[in-house]
């Protein structure tokens, strides 16, 4: 059935006070028009410049696929909900009873399509992607939101470098209706990104965008896809069982420890995969502590009974639908344990591992980061290295393991890291903020008229952070 005639947009137009300037780009659903809004509604943002606005029209009238009115409809639900630097801000929309349209910012910067065109980069390169596009991610899913077409024309960067990310007509938001899951059964998706448990119809995993991620890594690592170009039910079905090719296959250039983190996005069970987005960034930032399994040592695909096994395994999946984004990334939170060891007390060193017990009971999902800092001189030459014969950073490194070995975790559970500082609040909040940390435990030791007139690191944290602080005293004597 095809649709009645229907006015072709052009320059000049003019739809509810914006002028449509320039066409950009024609996708499969909607169009992208450069406009300026006649009514300087939008002259200025927070920071006195005046944004440059882009207008996405949806194709009604050139496709027969429903999913585009209904993906357009699931954009302009969630657009108003999201903010923050890693989303296009948001405008306004019109009705599908008059002109559907979406007003939003344009990006100045370019999308990540370009630099597959010389892929395989170099290793710093895409690691340097990985953590952005992760940092972006987490922000995305504590916002109640899974992206769920994660590709390179969706990132985009800034001209800072940060990652945004675009078209949300895919998307699943955790207190929204969705459309999508509610109107059409089969898979939604981009073909080389889409994850298994998509094929399977599964749409609230936000480990979903992990697998996305890792399909991006391996291509941006090799130069090739790991799972091709699939354009049939079938042929999505097969990343259910086969294995990709290891990437060092590929390229030897790719150090053991990024093929680890690549092939555990692309696992096909999602709790196989990094738990959020945060804690993949956060093995990207520091390679030297991510554990080596089997998967880094790969050269070959797995056998044929591997595969067939897992074939018969997928092909009697019932598969059981995830908790919400909120509960899940509540589950798998980042902790830093900030230390002073030099200065503490035993009974306060004490004290905070019992609290840091106590949370990881509560919360076993979790990543322990222990922090402590060697501080150097803001001016003039730093303290050595090395004194009496030893050195510091390892010293303080052991002093670090030595707190937390009766804490009895798994290498993967947690890290350890020395940072040379100045000013160790400022480096401990700054730590944080860098590896998205969900909780601090620092200790005090308690007061003093220089700390009441000077401050106390402690105080600084907990006035700065951005994620929940829990002091910690020493006992009482």
Known sequence: MKHAAHPSLQAGMEIDGYR????????????????????LRHEKDSGGVIPSLIMKLPLLFSSEDPTAIVAFEVEQMIMPKLKGKHVPRYFGAGDFDTQAYIVMERIAGVSLRERFDTAPLPVDEVVSIGIRIAHALQDLHRQDVIHLDIKPSNIMFRPDGDVVLIDFGLSHHDKLPDLLDEEFRLPMGTGPYISPEQVLGIRNEPRSDLFSLGVLLYHLATGKRPYGHPTSVSGLRKRLYNDPVPPRSHNQAIPKWLQEVILRCLEVEPSARFDTAAQLAFSLQD????VLTARAEKLVQDGFMTTLKRRFRAAGADPVMPYSVAEHLSQAPIIVAALDLKNATAGLADNLRHSVR????AEPGARLACVTIRKTRRIGMDEPIV???ENIHVKQLIALKDWARTLNLSSGQITFHVLEAYDPATAIIDYARTNRVDHIIIGSRGSSSIRRYLGSVSAQVVAEAECTVTVVKSPYK
């Open 287 to 290: 390679p030297a502590q991510i």
């Open 387 to 389: 004194q009496q014969g």
């Open 358 to 361: 106590q949370l990881l009971q």
């Open 20 to 39: 449509l300037e320039e066409k950009l780009h024609t996708g499969g659903m909607a169009a992208l028009w450069r406009i300026t809004d006649l009514k």
